[in-house]
């Protein structure tokens, strides 16, 4: 699914919210101070992350949901690439291992983890020595900032760390 058909396949309520902060269908950022800034720092920028700064670039979208099933939401998520991929370029690489791709900055989100959605608009956060899911798509990656209904999935943990949150299974 690329990033438009997951935009087309919001929910009612997840536009409601968006709109509330800001964002409208057709929005589009210019997103060239940012990319030229981050081409410095070696990021190359993808379809999908470009499509979806220009559409949600400058926001911060607020938790509606504050306790989710096994975190705590109550961060809103920042888009800002500088935030996050300024001299953070190594953090991006990482993720071509875990949990694989190319992955391109795009904000902050909880305790201000880097956030970076992939080629195949999948959005993760990485800090502290983990490394989250937020979604496979962008619709579910925005619910889950949003509303929070869902566990939040722990992809790696670095050596010594134990996975977080623990998972719900």
Not at 156 to 161: E, I, K, N, V, Y
């Amino acid at each position: 699914m690329d990033i438009y058909e997951s935009m087309e396949n919001f929910s009612g309520e997840l536009i409601l919210a968006l709109q509330n902060e800001g964002w409208s269908p057709g929005r589009k950022v210019d997103v060239t101070r940012w990319v030229e800034y981050l081409k410095l720092d070696g990021y190359r920028i993808n379809p999908t992350a470009r499509v979806f700064l220009e559409s949600f670039g400058g926001l911060s979208l607020s938790p509606l949901n504050k306790e989710g099933p096994n975190f705590k939401n109550d961060e809103p998520l920042t888009i800002d690439p500088m935030a996050c991929g300024s001299l953070h370029h190594h953090m991006a690489t990482e993720l071509e291992n875990v949990p694989g791709g190319s992955f391109y900055p795009i904000g902050e989100w909880l305790s201000y983890a880097d956030t970076f959605i992939g080629e195949d608009g999948r959005i993760v956060s990485t800090g502290m020595g983990w490394v989250w899911e937020l979604g496979e798509n962008l619709a579910d990656s925005l619910e889950l900032a949003i509303f929070a209904k869902r566990p939040l999935k722990c992809l790696h943990s670095d050596p010594g760390l134990e996975p977080w949150p623990p998972s719900t299974r």
